[in-house]
């Protein structure tokens, strides 16, 4: 299994960005999704999780209303919309698949930089 994470980059202030996360050796139909993000310094943290099946999503309070998952299962692909950046978003940005057996799969971190 294998989740390429891609997208990142430096933004303005109250820009946008997608980031996306290639899975590869599974499908997402049946498996939570999460992206995390560790600022330099901090712990990492959860930005935002999708269930399996219907897809529900729940988020950090500090992203709620500006940041989006979603999935396409023809790409196998989970992406991040994430709008009105602050600088304080500024983090290197991990996807997670978390399995219906208990198998965590990490992708390799994308950098987020919003700065003017």
């Known amino acids: 299994v294998q989740l390429q994470a891609s997208g990142g980059g430096l933004v303005q202030p109250g820009g946008s960005l997608r980031l996306s996360c290639a899975v590869s050796?599974?499908?997402?139909?049946?498996?939570?999704l999460g992206w995390f993000r560790q600022a330099p310094g901090k712990e990492r943290e959860g930005v935002g999780c999708m269930s399996s099946g219907a897809g529900s999503t729940d988020y950090a309070a500090a992203v709620k209303g500006r940041f989006t998952i979603s999935r396409d299962y023809a790409k196998n692909t989970v992406y991040l919309q994430m709008n009105a950046l602050k600088p304080g978003d500024t983090a290197l940005y991990y996807c997670?698949?978390?399995?219906?057996?208990?198998?965590?799969?990490w992708g390799q971190g994308t950098l987020v930089t919003v700065s003017s």
């Open positions: 050796g599974l499908s997402l139909d049946y498996h939570a």
């Open positions: 997670k698949i978390a399995t219906m057996d208990g198998h965590d799969y």
